[in-house]
């Protein structure tokens, strides 16, 4: 199965120390980049974290956000007796008030904010580990859906491709019958006849000119080999992307090679369907 890089998922744990929630989302992008949102002692644990996302991402911009919310005050702060003695010691013997002890550097800090306690940092993670399953699973449905508009896509561009090659052998033989038409004018009361070698040379040179057979079937091999990565899932994005970008190289050449209206109408909705294909494989991890 295919899956999307869209995605947003959720998880709260509780413990008799806090309440942690952990949120994250996820959009399209050409590697895994992570960014990370939450108390800044998480910065000193993110290398036990990101390995807990690259199990289960390969490819997207994920914002991670955590929040922690503690139950009891006297766990967001911590008071250093031994600063506080040594600041009451200087003042006495200066003779100086004692009342500003507790905003002076180093006497009261923030406990969370200089590490967390092995039961918070196992909170964290198993919170982590539930919003990114509910992420995935966001990310298969989305997958799911964009499998069935591929799909439609796929056969908008295969009948486009059979469209064009129908009306390219159409195109030849009125080519045909108008240089017929045109030479018997030509030669009407001159006394000379029809070459037909003629006709049938510069119909050959038009015919190869404008042949699009080798495009209309690596258009018809992409689209087989498209089914195949759809049907496979796992990580295909790239790969989709790539063959996006072949089918367009097939479909201007296939443009350049035509010279009539109702052909060249065909080439554009071929290339539409194809751009709208490249837009939504852009999304695919």
Same mark, same amino acid.
């Given at each position: 199965?295919?899956?999307?890089?869209?995605?947003?998922?959720?998880?709260?744990?509780?413990?008799?120390?806090?309440?942690?929630?952990?949120?994250?989302?996820?959009?399209?992008?050409?590697?895994? #980049?992570?960014?990370?949102? &939450?108390?800044?002692?998480?910065?000193?644990?993110?290398?036990?974290?990101?390995?807990?996302?690259?199990?289960?991402?390969?490819?997207?911009?994920?914002?991670? /956000? =955590?929040?922690?919310?503690?139950?009891?005050?006297?766990?967001?702060?911590?008071?250093?007796?031994?600063? !506080?003695?040594?600041?009451?010691? =200087? %003042?006495?013997?200066?003779?100086?008030? %004692?009342?500003?002890?507790?905003?002076?550097?180093?006497?009261?800090? @923030?406990?969370?904010?200089?590490?967390?306690?092995?039961?918070?940092?196992?909170?964290?993670?198993?919170? %982590?580990? @539930?919003?990114?399953?509910?992420?995935?699973?966001?990310?298969?449905?989305?997958?799911?859906?964009?499998?069935? =508009?591929?799909? &439609?896509?796929?056969?908008?561009?295969?009948?486009?491709?059979?469209?064009? &090659?129908?009306?390219?052998?159409?195109?030849?033989?009125?080519?045909?019958?108008?240089?017929?038409?045109?030479?018997?004018?030509?030669?009407?009361?001159?006394?000379?006849?029809?070459?037909?070698?003629?006709?049938?040379?510069?119909?050959?040179?038009?015919?190869?000119?404008?042949?699009?057979?080798?495009?209309?079937?690596?258009?018809?091999?992409?689209?087989?080999?498209?089914?195949?990565?759809?049907?496979?899932?796992?990580?295909? @994005?790239?790969?989709?992307?790539?063959?996006?970008?072949?089918?367009?190289?097939?479909?201007?050449?296939?443009?350049? #090679?035509?010279?009539?209206?109702?052909?060249?109408? /065909?080439?554009?909705? %071929? #290339?539409?369907?194809?751009?709208?294909?490249?837009?939504?494989? !852009?999304?695919?991890?």
């Amino acid at each position: 199965m295919i899956k999307s890089m869209t995605g947003f998922g959720a998880h709260c744990v509780e413990t008799e120390q806090a309440r942690i929630l952990v949120e994250a989302k996820s959009v399209n992008g050409r590697f895994l #980049k992570l960014s990370w949102k &939450g108390p800044g002692v998480l910065n000193r644990y993110e290398h036990e974290l990101e390995p807990l996302v690259k199990e289960k991402l390969r490819r997207g911009s994920v914002n991670i /956000h =955590v929040f922690v919310e503690y139950k009891n005050p006297e766990d967001l702060v911590s008071v250093d007796e031994n600063i !506080a003695q040594a600041y009451k010691a =200087v %003042l006495d013997n200066l003779g100086l008030p %004692l009342n500003s002890i507790p905003q002076l550097p180093g006497v009261i800090g @923030g406990k969370a904010r200089r590490e967390l306690n092995p039961e918070l940092l196992s909170a964290i993670k198993e919170a %982590l580990g @539930g919003a990114l399953v509910a992420l995935v699973a966001m990310r298969e449905r989305e997958g799911e859906a964009l499998a069935g =508009v591929i799909e &439609g896509l796929c056969k908008d561009i295969l009948a486009e491709r059979t469209a064009i &090659g129908e009306r390219t052998q159409e195109v030849i033989t009125s080519y045909q019958v108008r240089l017929k038409d045109r030479l018997a004018q030509l030669l009407d009361g001159s006394g000379a006849d029809l070459d037909e070698s003629v006709v049938a040379r510069e119909v050959a040179v038009m015919a190869d000119r404008s042949d699009v057979t080798e495009e209309v079937d690596r258009l018809e091999a992409h689209v087989a080999q498209i089914h195949e990565l759809v049907e496979k899932g796992e990580e295909v @994005g790239r790969t989709l992307d790539f063959l996006a970008q072949e089918m367009l190289r097939e479909s201007n050449t296939i443009g350049s #090679k035509s010279g009539d209206v109702s052909l060249a109408r /065909h080439v554009i909705t %071929l #290339k539409t369907a194809i751009e709208r294909f490249k837009e939504q494989v !852009a999304n695919i991890e």
